[in-house]
């Protein structure tokens, strides 16, 4: 065996290294004494967005289980994204919440680790085992307020139903297992192909546990219970990041099952996934309009967005593979940027001691009141977030909305792309009455906020920057999220 | 001579996986529901190495040993979040947590 077999593993080596380093550096700590840890995670990303560039267009393979081909580094430069920010805006949280530092930021990194290797990975069984690895660490971020029952709560919510579907996606993996004998992807696709005309009850077993299991992850109805709970009790950059990150990974995998290995069989699947997309949209958008708690309102804004991803991915043609990935990156540095304006207002109310047996504060929609005169620069960011979300041009939404339902259009499915259309213009609605909370409306309580610190309101910046980047010139992206979305299929 | 053919296992299994997944549901209390999720696993366990023994692979008995590392990880964090709840509630009863609507 040559170094070089080695090569697709190193971003999310760098990953990993970087999150012992974090752990070792918080062992050794002194009582008192501080360390830069968040820059050791920083570190570790930078060389995992290295590595990712130099192995692009070389479609590198490991041990035959993890491919770098441009779509699973595509993927990994999201997650990089996700990464960077969502350590940049952790700062002012895990101050002042007290969070274990060091534990905070291995985690992340493990996690993210995890991430990439589910991006990467062409063996069901590593699949299975990166999904592992970043679902248990995101367990545990979500419950680091150990001193908080509504965290704890919430942590145990997600690790409940998050087990609950690994059984069903690993129970899925053990019939293809059986169906074809290997658990590579290209055995499996292969195998399914031979058979596509008539797929045998275990191969649409098979196909069926595969689907609740990546059904619960992304969060789509009917097993999305676990995700507003998970949100709304978990610090807010860990719910910026799961709902970013876990959804990038997830569809990551998600696309290249269901689009590569068991395209043949989506005479059985696409109709279920139908009707699976179409509840997700109008539930999560139906619901999050009579939320009042921010996070929870955002928790179902995002079920609703994975319905968006599934309309993409049910399209399957050319345009809507680019829009998967298009779509991932967009929601990806508009919600990050959403919740680490949420972060930084949450965590200031929290000083006094008094109330952290309290349910989050300033979570309520009507707590953001006056913001637009108290704090104009974080209200205006939010405005800017909160529009992507619902689409407006000329933010990353519109276009990444756009992308999503002319492709559902070109394949032909108008059903699904007017249910989009109408669950975007009525979630429009929650998302301006965050804004005319913020700007209409007089605060109750002359509300006093902290300094933003410069790392997490300079993140919170290119976030936006990002945001109308890819909105008003997306069209470098694009060709990107194209030219690597067809080396896999 | 082979008396009991790869049907039996997977029978076997899939009314273990589904006795998991009932209990998850029915049982009120934390630790029986971490149990449940447990037989789920073992389940898919004896999935694998009833079908690697009928394909006459040993991938089947060797992804066993890598579900059963996930399992054991998956307990230890779950046992760490239901101790951190029970301090909060003195309870395992999970109708006792409230906090958060379902």
């Known amino acids: 065996m040559n170094?070089?077999?080695?090569?697709?593993?190193?971003?999310?080596?760098?990953?990993?290294?970087?999150?012992?380093?974090?752990?070792?550096?918080?062992?050794?700590?002194?009582?008192?004494?501080?360390?830069?840890?968040?820059?050791?995670?920083?570190?570790?990303?930078?060389?995992?967005?290295l590595a990712a560039v130099l192995l692009w267009n070389h479609n590198a393979s490991s041990f035959g289980l993890v491919t770098a081909d441009n779509f699973g580094l595509f993927v990994t430069m999201i997650l990089v994204i996700v990464g960077v920010l969502s350590v940049a805006i952790s700062g002012p949280t895990v101050e002042r919440e007290r969070l274990p530092a060091g534990e905070y930021y291995a985690l992340l990194l493990f996690a993210l680790a995890g991430m990439m290797l589910m991006a990467t990975a062409t063996d069901l069984l590593v699949m299975f085992l990166a999904l592992e690895v970043l679902s248990l660490a995101v367990y545990v971020l979500t419950g680091l307020r150990r001193d908080?029952?509504?965290?704890?709560?919430?942590?145990?919510?997600?690790?409940?139903?998050?087990?609950?579907?690994?059984?069903?996606?690993?129970?899925?993996?053990?019939?293809?297992?059986?169906?074809?004998?290997?658990?590579?992807?290209?055995?499996?696709?292969?195998?399914?192909?031979?058979?596509?005309?008539?797929?045998?009850?275990?191969?649409?077993?098979?196909?069926?546990?595969?689907?609740?299991?990546?059904?619960?992850?992304?969060?789509a109805v009917p097993f999305h219970m676990w995700t507003p709970d998970a949100y709304e009790g978990a610090p807010p950059p860990v719910t910026g990041f799961m709902s970013t990150g876990v959804k990038a990974a997830a569809f990551a995998a998600f696309v290249r099952v269901f689009l590569s290995a068991f395209e043949p069989m989506r005479a059985d699947w696409g109709a279920i996934l139908w009707v699976v997309a179409a509840a997700t949209m109008v539930l999560g958008t139906v619901v999050g309009v009579v939320q009042s708690s921010v996070k929870r309102m955002l928790a179902y804004s995002s079920i609703a967005h994975g319905g968006y991803l599934l309309v993409a991915l049910l399209a399957a043609n050319d345009l809507g593979k680019g829009?998967?990935?298009?779509?991932?990156?967009?929601?990806?540095?508009?919600?990050?940027?959403?919740?680490?304006?949420?972060?930084?207002?949450?965590?200031?109310?929290?000083?006094?001691?008094?109330?952290?047996?309290?349910?989050?504060?300033?979570?309520?929609?009507?707590?953001?009141?006056?913001?637009?005169?108290?704090?104009?620069?974080?209200?205006?960011?939010?405005?800017?977030?909160?529009?992507?979300?619902?689409?407006?041009?000329?933010?990353?939404?519109?276009?990444?909305?756009?992308?999503?339902?002319?492709?559902?259009?070109?394949?032909?499915?108008?059903?699904?792309?007017?249910?989009?259309?109408?669950?975007?213009?009525?979630?429009?609605?929650?998302?301006?009455?965050?804004?005319?909370?913020?700007?209409?409306?007089?605060?109750?309580?002359?509300?006093?906020?902290?300094?933003?610190?410069?790392i997490a309101g300079f993140a919170l910046v290119v976030s936006a920057i990002l945001v109308f980047y890819l909105g008003i010139l997306p069209a470098r992206v694009l060709d990107w999220a194209a030219a690597s979305i067809s080396t896999i299929f | 001579m082979n008396m009991v053919a790869v049907n039996h296992y997977l029978v076997l299994s899939?009314?273990?996986?589904?006795?998991?997944?009932?209990?998850?549901?029915?049982?009120?209390?934390?630790?029986?529901?971490?149990?449940?999720?447990?037989?789920?696993?073992?389940?898919?366990?004896?999935?694998?190495?009833?079908?690697?023994?009928?394909?006459g692979s040993v991938d089947g008995q060797i992804i066993v040993f890598f579900v059963m590392t996930v399992a054991a990880a998956e307990a230890a964090v779950g046992l760490a979040i239901v101790i951190t709840l029970f301090r909060h509630k003195e309870s395992l009863n999970p109708d006792s947590f409230t906090s958060l609507k379902w």
Not at chain 1, 187 to 216: D, N, W
Not at chain 1, 333 to 343: D, S
């Open chain 1, 3 to 49: 170094a070089g077999a080695l090569n697709a593993v190193v971003p999310m080596a760098c990953v990993t290294a970087a999150g012992i380093a974090a752990m070792l550096a918080e062992a050794f700590r002194e009582p008192g004494e501080r360390m830069p840890i968040a820059g050791l995670g920083a570190v570790g990303l930078v060389g995992a967005a």
């Open chain 1, 148 to 219: 908080s029952p509504v965290a704890s709560e919430a942590a145990f919510k997600y690790f409940l139903l998050g087990a609950f579907s690994s059984a069903f996606f690993l129970y899925g993996i053990a019939f293809t297992y059986g169906v074809t004998g290997s658990t590579h992807l290209d055995r499996v696709g292969s195998l399914i192909a031979a058979q596509a005309m008539a797929p045998t009850a275990m191969q649409r077993l098979a196909a069926g546990l595969l689907l609740v299991g990546f059904g619960f992850k992304v969060s």
């Open chain 1, 323 to 454: 829009a998967v990935l298009f779509y991932l990156l967009a929601y990806a540095v508009t919600n990050l940027g959403a919740f680490g304006v949420i972060g930084l207002l949450e965590s200031s109310a929290r000083q006094s001691p008094a109330t952290s047996h309290q349910p989050p504060q300033n979570d309520q929609v009507r707590d953001y009141a006056g913001l637009g005169h108290t704090h104009p620069v974080l209200a205006g960011l939010m405005t800017v977030f909160l529009l992507s979300l619902g689409g407006f041009p000329p933010m990353a939404g519109f276009i990444a909305k756009w992308y999503v339902f002319s492709a559902a259009m070109k394949a032909g499915d108008s059903g699904l792309a007017i249910i989009g259309v109408l669950t975007s213009v009525v979630s429009v609605f929650f998302y301006l009455r965050l804004v005319v909370m913020m700007y209409m409306t007089e605060g109750e309580r002359p509300a006093t906020f902290p300094a933003v610190p410069r």
């Open chain 2, 14 to 55: 899939a009314m273990l996986f589904a006795i998991g997944a009932a209990g998850v549901f029915v049982r009120r209390n934390l630790i029986t529901i971490l149990l449940s999720i447990e037989i789920m696993l073992n389940a898919v366990n004896l999935t694998f190495v009833a079908f690697g023994r009928a394909l």
